[in-house]
């Protein structure tokens, strides 16, 4: 298996999530499928939701293309994810605007989430700072739409690997950067992937209240000075600069 490249972090006291974050934690979900056993069968329940693993991935790939389209129009209307019309591919499932064909198999999940990550990704890194559009709870801006993705990436990942029979784990600092941005009240000195399961109501966390009966993640800009700004393209491509 090819190796994953990791994106360039500048040197900061929060390190914020960037546009090759979103790409890169695609490409750490996709190399954890790839992975799953023979017989794995994308429809078997994903963890511990109602979905099956395709639908996950579905829901997934339709996160990144909303978060990657409410960021693109300089205008957006507030309080709700764009003028895009969804609908739920069976009762119960998830309520999506972006579907997948079932019969192009895994690889074509695979090319759905990469393009998908690629557009949010393009999105973070060509658009202004600042509050830009409605993030679920309430306004944000470029980093938060990042940092969503990497979350509802890392996450559906986990509920996916479960129904596939795959273990995943993302590295301790993507983590870590998606909670500074997402949780910034999140405890510090723990294990960043338990941590963040914890922050998202799927693990419980000693020593802190569980939150399985309800969370929900801070959507608002940061103050400016905890971060630095989110690299643009070209600063992405020189690791050097910033």
Sequence with gaps: MAEIPVPPIPSTSRTPVSAADVEYAVALAVAAFRGAPADASWQAKAGGLEWDCWETGEHLADDLFIYAALLAPAVTAPGRFGPYQASAGRPGGPENTLFLDRDSGPEGMYEGLEAMAAYLAAMVATRPNGPRAFGGY????????????????????HDIGAGLGVGFTPPADLCDRTLGRLFPDAPAGTQRWQTLLW????????????????????????????????????????????
């Design 138 to 157: 309430g306004l944000t801006d470029a980093e938060g739409f990042a940092a969503m993705g990497v979350a509802e990436t890392l996450l559906h990942a």
């Design 199 to 242: 922050a998202t109501g799927r693990a419980e966390l000693p020593g802190h209240p569980s939150r399985k009966d309800g969370w929900t993640w801070h959507s608002a800009p940061l103050a400016a000075e905890t971060a630095h700004p989110v690299p643009t393209a070209e600063e992405e491509e020189d690791p050097q600069r910033g």
